[in-house]
């Protein structure tokens, strides 16, 4: 299965070391392979390395796309935690 | 932005001996205030633990990011060191740590941080600098293969 969303990096630090570290942690819970693609930059979401090159700044788009059998679960956490917790940051 | 706008040769230091994540950070903090005087290590190490209470650095593969804000800082000044032996530092995947590239940013700058931290994980994903910086002997070696 193979899902993916564009959502917008709402936390106003973006995707800082500590927010791609959250990230990666979460993707591992997963089978699911989960790519960030932002222009022409991708990024696996193994790599904190990798989504930290792709200097995502509060207000851009990023792609996530999810490939798995829990690829809808996984697409749906990272969702939750880009957007709604925003990267569990104030602001 | 380059590695050597930030990072100067002083505070590139190969192979020193850290047997803990504690004493790694101490001499983070020491080398940066050796760089700048006016920086006290207990501030500097304060900042760093500050950080760390909020998660590990570690973000895999044996490489730390260990950063830190600091008051009265005018420039975001970097210190590379690698150790010896690997260090338990809590990373990620729960692998040691042996290459320590530490970052600090003039409190209230978080922002226009991203590029910065853009740059210094280009080089440190790419897997001939870390060859490179796995096997240099001594700091001019080190401080040659994060820069060229």
Redesign the interface.
């Given at each position: 299965m193979r899902v993916e969303k564009t959502l917008t990096i709402v936390n106003?630090?973006?995707?800082?070391?500590?927010a791609?570290?959250?990230l990666?942690?979460l993707a591992q819970t997963f089978d699911a392979e989960v790519t960030l693609v932002q222009g022409n930059k991708q990024a696996s979401a193994n790599?904190?390395?990798?989504l930290?090159?792709?200097?995502?700044?509060q207000g851009k788009e990023v792609t996530v796309i999810s490939e798995g059998h829990d690829a809808n679960e996984a697409l749906k956490a990272i969702e939750q935690l880009i957007v709604e917790k925003r990267f569990n940051e104030k602001e | 932005m380059e590695i050597k706008d930030i990072l100067s040769p002083d505070c590139t230091h190969c192979a020193v001996q850290g047997t803990s994540k504690k004493r790694i950070l101490e001499i983070i903090s020491q080398v940066v205030s050796d760089h700048l005087p006016s920086l006290e290590p207990s501030l500097i190490l304060s900042s760093l633990l500050c950080r760390e209470k909020?998660?590990?650095?570690g973000?895999?593969n044996g490489?730390a990011?260990p950063?830190g804000r600091i008051e009265g800082l005018e420039e975001v000044v970097a210190a590379l060191i690698t150790s010896d032996t690997t260090v338990e530092f809590d990373a990620?995947d729960n692998k040691p740590v042996d290459i320590f590239f530490a970052i600090f940013v003039p409190e209230g700058q978080?922002?226009g941080?991203?590029?910065t931290?853009?740059m210094?994980?280009?080089k440190?994903?790419d897997k001939n600098t870390i060859k490179r910086i796995r096997s240099a002997r001594g700091n001019v070696q080190l401080f040659e293969a994060i820069t060229q």
């Open positions: 106003k630090l973006g995707l800082h070391a500590r791609a570290t959250q990666v942690k790599s904190v390395l990798g930290m090159m792709l200097e995502s700044s | 909020m998660g590990s650095t973000i895999g490489i990011i950063h990620i978080a922002e941080h991203l590029q931290l853009a210094i994980a280009g440190l994903n």
